[in-house]
């Protein structure tokens, strides 16, 4: 289980790094089957979207061997969803992060970090 944080937090410092916004990072594991984390985060724009998503999958494909199960939505739709199996990442343009609410949709996981 160790490991799967440490791909977790990984996610969450790529997505720091190349400027991602808002990011969360909320345990599951009691409460969802499917998953152990989620890691959510915005962007200010389609390209932002695209790159952060692009980036985690470069990164953890060359650094760490992990190769997303299934990548899912478009910068254009301003959702775009990274499965990597025990981490689910979402990527949101701001208005559709704010329709959806993932954050109050899982609210019964715990949030490990959060960064403004």
Known sequence: MEEILTLAQKVVE????????????????EVASFT????ICSGP???????????VQKRLKQEDHRHAMSVE??????WILVDFGD?????????VR?????EDLWR???I????Q
């Open 98 to 102: 704010s329709y959806y609410q993932l």
């Open 14 to 29: 790529i997505l720091e790094e190349k400027k991602g916004e808002d990011i969360i990072l909320l345990d599951l594991q």
């Open 73 to 78: 939505g478009d910068p254009e739709g301003g």
């Open 108 to 110: 019964e996981g715990q």
């Open 36 to 39: 152990d984390y989620f890691v």
């Open 112 to 115: 490990l970090l959060r960064i």
């Open 87 to 95: 981490v689910i990442l979402h990527i949101f343009s701001p208005a």
């Open 45 to 55: 724009s389609e390209r932002t979207l695209k790159a952060l998503a692009s980036e």
